[in-house]
């Protein structure tokens, strides 16, 4: 048995200088790409994008695939705070230059990672998470700062996940085995083997966290990393990149491009040197994706939008199911598996929506950065528009809104009050499709009605989630079995396991990441038949 590969040496620390320096919170943030273990500036090109596409994903920004453009002289584009409005930073604007420059990156740097024994890829992940949980606060600010979720949030649950994703993917990788068997008397032995650079496009509404459930498995897995950030919250993938580079992670193998998704996001996604493409987003924008990658039939995991629904029978407790769908404003809204659909049993409604006004008449809005604040800002003034055009046209048609219904006036900006809206059809477009933003709608089905009370539920084109409240154990295992969403949650939501498989149904994504799911994706398994014959006798 050989012996284990020295450690490298760690990299030593990166310092960027000033003139491409943004101070976030408090917090030094390089603005420029991170390519083959160097940063590298937009390179200025004349002409402007003919298409900027991303920026009005419903769920963050991904790429697009419409006729990609040059980007314009300046080669940087401004990011502001949710907040206030704030200019937050100068960002280098990537285009097809630093797209191919960071694929070309990662295929350099693949052969000596993907041969870098699992034991030693393992314990850089270990020691990027260590990185990230010394800089809990930093990212925590900068996150909350880019994208207006809840700095006590960031703190306390959503960086410390980001640390947990990392080591979870690497002991994982350490444990992932598959039994042989014999098929008339040959073995078959199973592997995982290394596919290639994978480019990782994330959303807006959980930047890090979400980046790092890809990140992680793709490394563990021993691809090489592209990762493009959403366009309104690059910065903590900035930092991310200088923990890892800290970390040891050698050159090539993590490399963050920044920009617009026609711009950026296109090449990327149709670069014939790109084996895995891992996409956060709307349906509209992974169609364009799919059939960029078809060309060089690249593997495609989408995790997509979702309509999802809380089914409220009249044997649950009323005071739970009032705290499930309170719970469905968090992050202003902006979660995809939200359960924005609430369908009630018809005996019960007064009295579960007399248990949820009162909870949400105590719901403060502000700052996210008070710890007072239950619901912050939505993340960008042309996605309030688009929020409070679905509320606009519901209550044109007829529906009424219970609570909230508008902007929150007292704070302008990108405040959204949490909003109930009734009297609505199912067939109506505030059903059937995602708004992204503090919006819940509120149906009945008849007493005693399952079948109605699925029909509901099933009856949008997406299956992400589904989430039921009842008191009845039979019920429950019934209706779940019934229920088109890739996840289920009873009595409970936002219960999530790394080691359960994650992924959407029908227009709510291709394909599952968790567990050993993640491996079988950014791997390509490889099946070893070996026969007892035909061996040289030795000695």
């Known amino acids: 048995m050989a012996p284990p590969a ?7 620390p990166h310092s960027p200088p000033p003139s491409h320096t943004a101070t976030v919170a408090g917090v030094p943030v390089d603005t420029r790409h991170w390519i083959g273990g160097e940063r590298v500036a937009s390179a200025s090109r004349a002409g402007d994008a003919t298409a900027v596409g991303g920026a009005s994903d419903s769920a963050g920004g991904g790429a697009s695939a419409s006729a990609a453009g040059s980007a314009p002289a300046s080669a940087t584009f401004t990011d502001h705070s949710p907040i206030d409005g704030t200019p937050l930073a100068e960002i280098a604007r990537g285009g097809a230059a630093e797209a191919r420059a960071a694929v070309a990156a990662a295929r350099a740097a693949f052969p000596a990672w993907a041969a870098t024994p699992p034991a030693e890829r393992a314990r850089l992940l270990h020691a990027v998470a260590d990185g990230v949980e010394a800089r809990t606060e930093d990212l925590a600010a900068v996150e909350t700062a880019d994208n207006g979720a809840l700095l006590r949030s960031h703190r306390r649950g959503v960086m410390p996940r980001v640390a947990h994703n ?28 290394p596919a290639g650079p994978a480019v990782l496009i994330t959303p807006w ?10 990140i992680a498995p793709a490394l563990a897995a021993g691809n090489t990393v592209v990762l493009k950030p959403a366009e309104w919250t690059p910065l903590t993938a900035s930092l991310f990149a200088d923990i890892a580079h800290d970390a040891g992670l050698p050159a090539g193998v993590f490399n963050v491009v920044q920009g617009y998704g026609a711009e950026v996001g296109e090449p990327l996604v149709a670069d014939p040197d790109v084996r895995r493409i891992s996409f956060t987003g709307s349906v ?12 060089h039939l690249v593997p495609c995991s989408f995790e997509l939008g979702g309509k999802s629904p809380l089914l409220v029978f009249a044997d649950a407790d009323l005071e739970l199911a009032a705290d499930l769908a309170v719970e469905q404003f968090d992050n202003a809204g902006q979660v995809c598996l939200a359960a924005t659909r609430i369908l009630v049993e018809e005996s019960v409604r007064d009295a579960f929506l007399g248990h949820f006004l009162d909870r949400v ?3 403060t809005q502000g700052d996210p950065r008070d710890e007072a604040t239950g619901v912050g800002p939505n993340i960008h003034p042309r996605h ?13 048609a007829g529906a009424k809104a219970v609570t909230g219904g508008g902007r929150n006036t007292a704070l302008g900006g990108n405040y959204y009050l949490p909003t109930l809206l009734t009297d609505v059809a199912q067939d109506s477009e505030i059903v059937q499709e995602e708004v992204f933003g503090p919006v819940l709608t509120l149906q009945t089905f008849p007493d005693g009605d399952e079948d109605e009370a699925v029909r509901l539920a099933d009856d949008t084109r997406f299956g992400l989630a589904a989430t039921l409240a009842t008191g009845d154990r039979e019920r429950a295992r019934r209706i779940s079995a019934r229920l088109v969403a890739g996840t289920v949650w009873v009595n409970c939501f936002f219960v999530r396991d790394l080691s359960a498989p994650f992924g959407g149904s029908r227009d709510s994504g291709i394909g599952r990441e968790g567990g050993d799911w993640s491996f079988d994706f950014y791997c390509d398994l490889k099946n070893t038949v070996t026969a007892p014959k035909g061996w040289a006798r030795h000695g």
Do not use: Q
């Open 6 to 12: 020295p450690a490298p040496p760690v990299n030593p």
């Open 205 to 214: 509404n959980a930047p890090l966290m979400l980046a790092s459930w890809k």
């Open 361 to 363: 008449t105590k719901l």
């Open 166 to 193: 990392l080591r979870y993917f690497a002991d994982r990788l350490l444990a992932l085995a598959h039994d042989d068997f014999e098929t008339r008397g040959h073995t078959n032995h199973v592997s995982w083997d």
């Open 284 to 295: 509209p924008t992974a169609r364009r994706i799919a059939a960029a990658s078809a060309a």
């Open 384 to 396: 309030v528009e688009r929020v409070d055009g679905f509320v606009r046209r519901a209550l044109d």
